[in-house]
């Protein structure tokens, strides 16, 4: 069976500090990737997806970035930390030709 | 583009009440619409999804949905709420517009259970 993990669970970090949020994927191959991001009161907002390695379409402009280094590995990341960037940190992956979404536990992202 | 609503950000129900939640959703070509659970700190669990089969779709933990194509509606139902099911639900819909398989959420409505 397919299983998702997102680590940290947690993380507390200054504003201006970099940031590496990583997700995995297993059980499948190929999958669509996406990063979400849900602040208090504001649903699900969806920062990156991922239709294969190398490939990132970001679909709102920000300091954050990611990247697909390999096909079940999903990576967010940014240089300078803002308050803004505080909420919750969820991965997704969906089949090829899918549009069915499994998410991960998430991570809880604090700027101070 | 597609979008979705959902009527009430906030639901109160008793222990043994009906649960109805409410979504309504625009699409320009026939839908998937999918209905999702989050509890607490963490992710997003997928309880149901219609996918141009059944209009009446079950799920898991007693809930289930209908989708009226001429109301543009998909609202979840439990008969009977149990106090697990306090949690908030998101309703989802195919965004076919997009360049891939992505899902416009709605914001959200958070089911409160009072026993």
């Known amino acids: 069976s397919q299983t998702i993990h997102q680590w940290p669970a947690t993380l507390v970090q200054p504003v201006g500090s970099p940031l590496s949020l990583e997700c995995t994927v297993e059980g499948t191959s190929n999958p669509n990737l996406y990063w979400y991001r849900q602040a208090a009161g504001r649903g699900l907002q969806l920062l990156f997806y991922s239709v294969g390695i190398g490939q990132i379409s970001s679909e709102v402009p920000q300091n954050l970035s990611a990247s697909r280094p390999q096909d079940r590995q999903f990576i967010l990341s940014s240089k300078k930390l803002l308050l803004s960037d505080s909420g919750f940190y969820l991965c997704?992956?969906?089949?090829?030709?899918?549009?069915?979404?499994?998410f991960g536990p998430g991570t809880r992202l604090t700027v101070t | 583009a597609q979008s979705v609503t959902q009527l009430g950000s906030h639901v109160s129900v008793s222990e043994g009440a009906l649960v109805l939640l409410r979504c309504n959703y625009s699409?320009?070509?026939?839908?998937?619409l999918f209905w999702y659970v989050q509890y607490p700190n963490q992710g997003l669990q997928l309880l149901l999804k219609?996918?141009?089969?059944?209009?009446l779709v079950k799920g898991i933990n007693g809930f289930e949905a209908e989708f009226k194509k001429s109301e543009t509606s998909f609202h979840l139902t439990k008969p009977s709420a149990h106090m697990s099911d306090a949690a908030e639900y998101f309703c989802?819909?195919?965004?076919?517009?997009?360049?891939?398989?992505?899902?416009?959420f709605g914001k959200g409505t958070k089911l409160s259970v009072i026993p």
């Open positions: 989802a819909v195919s965004d076919s517009g997009a360049g891939s398989y992505q899902l416009t």
């Open positions: 219609y996918t141009s089969a059944a209009t």
């Open positions: 997704a992956w969906s089949g090829r030709d899918s549009y069915e979404q499994y």
């Open positions: 699409s320009s070509v026939p839908p998937y």
